[in-house]
T-cell receptor
Framework: DQQVKQNSPSLSVQEGRISILNCDYTNSMFDYFLWYKKYPAEGPTFLISISSIKDKNEDGRFTVFLNKSAKHLSLHIVPSQPGDSAVYFCAASAGDDKIIFGKGTRLHILP | DAGVIQSPRHEVTEMGQEVTLRCKPISGHNSLFWYRQTMMRGLELLIYFNNNVPIDDSGMPEDRFSAKMPNASFSTLKIQPSEPRDSAVYFC???????????FGSGTRLTVV
């Protein structure tokens, strides 16, 4: 059973607009959340993270929002750029060493 | 540092054959993880090691899968016998012990025909 769910397999956004990727989780023991980005033929790379004691973390064009009561987080990218076209994985950890990933959302930035 | 190194990059094998995937973690990283990526299930954690000791192998799908870490600089994931449903991209990752310190290798694309 998927503990981290990304219900949108793909998303297309116009260059310059905001991209919003969503993620839901079921395990209330998760206390740290991450987003990874993956290009074809490469491994995933860390993008941004947030602790459960926060509800927002920002890093340049990337912002992650956490709603613990809804068990929902989202990644906002603004403005979207062509190089942002990739697969984005939402992930979570319950305080141990391991990270549980979702299935990923493929983001297409349209010119 | 050259990052996490996986070999081979691609492997095509016949059903029933033994397959061995290899991983060299980043020097100094004390945790190592094997993941499998498929369209249906995304990135699944198969097994992870801490200081060369297997900590959690609950994600290993069947007894046909086994993993070893004989020393801090090398790990293998073996499938014996392989089946077509094992076809996937297998990733190795290492970490210095911090959750956001994971570094993934480029993966091994396995095709079992």
């Amino acid at each position: 059973d998927q503990q981290v769910k990304q219900n949108s397999p793909s998303l297309s956004v116009q260059e310059g607009r905001i991209s919003i990727l969503n993620c839901d989780y079921t395990n209330s023991m998760f206390d740290y959340f991450l987003w990874y980005k993956k290009y074809p033929a490469e491994g995933p790379t860390f993008l941004i993270s947030i602790s459960s004691i926060k509800d927002k973390n920002e890093d340049g064009r990337f912002t992650v929002f956490l709603n613990k009561s809804a068990k929902h987080l989202s990644l906002h990218i603004v403005p979207s750029q062509p190089g942002d076209s990739a697969v984005y994985f939402c992930a979570a950890s319950a305080g141990d060493d391991k990270i549980i990933f979702g299935k990923g959302t493929r983001l297409h930035i349209l010119p | 540092d050259a990052g996490v190194i996986q070999s081979p990059r691609h492997e095509v094998t016949e059903m029933g054959q033994e397959v061995t995937l290899r991983c060299k973690p980043i020097s100094g990283h004390n945790s190592l993880f094997w993941y499998r990526q498929t369209m249906m299930r995304g990135l699944e954690l198969l097994i992870y090691f801490n200081n060369n000791v297997p900590i959690d192998d609950s994600g290993m799908p069947e007894d046909r899968f086994s993993a070893k870490m004989p020393n801090a600089s090398f790990s293998t994931l073996k499938i014996q016998p392989s089946e077509p449903r094992d076809s996937a991209v297998y990733f190795c990752a290492s970490s210095p012990g911090t959750i956001d310190g994971y570094t993934f290798g480029s993966g091994t694309r396995l095709t079992v025909v």
